[in-house]
Nanobody, 123 residues
Framework: QVHLLESGGGSVQSGGSLRLSCAAS?????MGWFRQAPGKEREGVAS???????EYANSVVGRFTISRDNAKNTLYLQMDRLRPEDTATYYC????????????????????WGQGTQVTVSS
């Protein structure tokens, strides 16, 4: 069983920055960030697995940076140049086993989920 606890959400103006954190209680191979806006499907934002490979959604490339501290079992998401369309509830996800690279931004690849943290970007 893996427990995930996110923190770092908030409200910022367009162009601003936020940093999300996700602390995991157990072993994880792949960890990822997902987001869900009202009325929309939950979508993958970024992932970081123990093979040190990272995946990003096209919409955040060049603006978001995912990182991971294995010693602290913590995943981070640095979000810069935020846009109103980034407004959503952001969820941390974890999977103890290996996920093939082309599946790492798929919601159904992950077993464990955090409770979510709200990010609101105003124009």
């Amino acid at each position: 069983q893996v427990h995930l606890l996110e923190s770092g959400g908030g409200s910022v103006q367009s162009g601003g920055s936020l940093r999300l954190s996700c602390a995991a209680s157990g072993y994880t191979d792949c960890m990822g960030w997902f987001r869900q806006a009202p009325g929309k499907e939950r979508e993958g934002v970024a992932s970081f697995c123990r093979d040190d490979n990272m995946e990003y959604a096209n919409s955040v490339v060049g603006r978001f940076t995912i990182s991971r501290d294995n010693a602290k079992n913590t995943l981070y998401l640095q979000m810069d140049r935020l846009r109103p369309e980034d407004t959503a509830t952001y969820y941390c996800a974890a999977q103890p086993g290996v996920i093939m690279s082309w599946l790492r931004l798929r919601r159904d690849s992950y077993t464990y989920w955090g409770q979510g943290t709200q990010v609101t970007v105003s124009s």
